[in-house]
């Protein structure tokens, strides 16, 4: 294992596709470091990480999980599979990115599709969020037209809603706290084909 893989950071990111990379490229715009993994080998995407920014650590899905804020930026079906990587996710906050395209309503136990991937992260945080920016926008700079792109969060711990808003206006964003995610999580989920009632990618804070 590198030098570079031994780091833990702060943050990482779980999940390195078109999704985990544009939540990189955010906190390599901003200067802060976060672990990227995914369940292969980190050598294999070192160098896509390197060309984000020299604070976007490639590692294992095994020292990832060591860090204290996660995102989980993988496709809705795989989050059982991530869940495993830890007996318990006490202390841990888990940011949602997920959306459950394509999964019926009835496979969800007729709940919000966050609160069923929160009872797979036994004991943790969980936060819905920066779920509902396709990659191509999440990729940008949130800073456009005198404003800032909006960031929804859903959760049932203050504590997380309020660390987790901290960070996405430190990555740039304005952020709008919808509440738990029973209320909130159906403000701003997807699933099945149909989106939840905030989903606005081009919506701007104007400060």
Do not use: C
């Not at 993994?37 to 390197?50: E, G, H, I, L, Q």
């Not at 318990?88 to 959306?99: A, G, H, Q, R, Y």
């Amino acid at each position: 294992m590198s030098k570079s893989e031994n780091k833990v950071a702060g943050y990482a990111i779980i999940g390195f596709g078109n999704i985990g990379k544009a939540l990189a490229r955010a906190f390599a715009r901003n200067g802060i470091n976060v672990s990227v993994a995914t369940t292969r080998d980190p050598k294999s995407f070192a160098s896509d990480a390197a060309a984000i920014g020299p604070g976007i650590i490639p590692t294992t899905l095994t020292e990832a999980v060591k860090a204290d804020t996660i995102f989980l930026a993988v496709r809705f079906e795989s989050h059982p599979e991530v869940a495993k990587a830890l007996p318990s996710w006490k202390d841990k906050t888990i940011v949602d990115v997920t959306n459950a395209y394509g999964v019926p309503l009835e496979k969800l136990g007729g709940q919000p599709s966050a609160r069923f991937v929160a009872q797979a992260f036994t004991g943790g945080k969980l936060v819905k969020g920066f779920n509902h920016l396709v990659a191509s926008i999440l990729d940008q700079d949130p800073a456009i037209h005198g404003g800032r792109r909006v960031v929804f969060l859903a959760s049932d711990d203050d504590g997380a809603a309020a660390e987790i808003g901290a960070l996405a206006e430190n990555l740039g964003f304005a952020k709008i706290k919808l509440g738990g995610l029973s209320e909130g999580g159906l403000l701003v989920q997807a699933h099945g084909n149909t989106w939840g009632k905030l989903i606005f990618q081009d919506l701007i804070k104007f400060d």
